[in-house]
Protein backbone atom coordinates (compact mmCIF):
# COMPACT_ATOMS: atom_id res chain seq x y z
CA UNK A 1 0.00 0.00 0.00
CA UNK A 2 1.30 3.64 -1.14
CA UNK A 3 0.90 6.81 1.00
CA UNK A 4 2.14 10.15 0.43
CA UNK A 5 4.82 11.32 2.30
CA UNK A 6 6.19 15.59 2.15
CA UNK A 7 10.13 15.65 1.56
CA UNK A 8 12.10 18.61 2.80
CA UNK A 9 14.79 19.71 0.45
CA UNK A 10 17.64 22.14 1.00
CA UNK A 11 18.98 22.88 -2.74
CA UNK A 12 21.78 25.41 -3.06
CA UNK A 13 21.05 27.23 -0.01
CA UNK A 14 17.15 27.01 -0.94
CA UNK A 15 14.22 24.79 1.20
CA UNK A 16 11.60 23.29 -0.51
CA UNK A 17 8.95 20.60 -0.41
CA UNK A 18 8.27 17.63 -2.75
CA UNK A 19 5.40 15.19 -2.44
CA UNK A 20 6.40 11.61 -3.15
CA UNK A 21 3.95 8.31 -3.75
CA UNK A 22 6.57 5.58 -1.50
CA UNK A 23 5.46 2.86 0.21
CA UNK A 24 7.37 4.11 3.51
CA UNK A 25 9.70 7.29 4.46
CA UNK A 26 12.98 5.60 3.50
CA UNK A 27 11.95 5.20 0.25
CA UNK A 28 10.05 8.39 -0.33
CA UNK A 29 13.87 10.17 0.77
CA UNK A 30 15.63 7.52 -1.80
CA UNK A 31 12.89 8.19 -5.27
CA UNK A 32 14.03 12.40 -4.41
CA UNK A 33 17.51 11.97 -3.51
CA UNK A 34 17.71 9.82 -6.78
CA UNK A 35 16.13 12.64 -8.85
CA UNK A 36 17.87 15.15 -7.27
CA UNK A 37 21.41 14.08 -6.21
CA UNK A 38 22.59 17.24 -5.30
CA UNK A 39 19.86 18.36 -2.62
CA UNK A 40 19.95 17.66 1.45
CA UNK A 41 17.32 15.88 2.48
CA UNK A 42 15.61 17.72 5.35
CA UNK A 43 13.00 15.65 6.51
CA UNK A 44 10.51 13.22 5.32
CA UNK A 45 6.94 13.07 6.98
CA UNK A 46 3.42 12.04 5.74
CA UNK A 47 1.69 14.70 3.69
CA UNK A 48 -0.97 16.54 5.35
CA UNK A 49 -3.60 17.94 3.38
CA UNK A 50 -4.83 20.09 5.93
CA UNK A 51 -1.26 22.19 6.51
CA UNK A 52 0.07 21.67 3.13
CA UNK A 53 -2.91 23.28 2.04
CA UNK A 54 -1.13 26.82 3.33
CA UNK A 55 2.03 26.17 1.77
CA UNK A 56 1.54 23.77 -1.48
CA UNK A 57 4.73 21.35 -2.19
CA UNK A 58 5.46 20.17 -5.55
CA UNK A 59 4.96 17.00 -6.94
CA UNK A 60 7.77 14.35 -8.25
CA UNK A 61 8.36 13.89 -11.47
CA UNK A 62 6.98 10.24 -12.01
CA UNK A 63 8.01 7.75 -14.67
Known sequence: MQSQFT???NCEGK???VVVNAEDAL???LK???E???ATIT???RLNRRGDQ???PHRLAEK
Do not use: M
Request: aromatic share 4%; hydrophobic share 40%; glycine share 10%.
Open 43 to 45: YVR
Open 27 to 29: IAA
Open 32 to 34: VKA
Open 36 to 38: RPE
Open 54 to 56: RHP
Open 15 to 17: GDR
Open 7 to 9: VGI
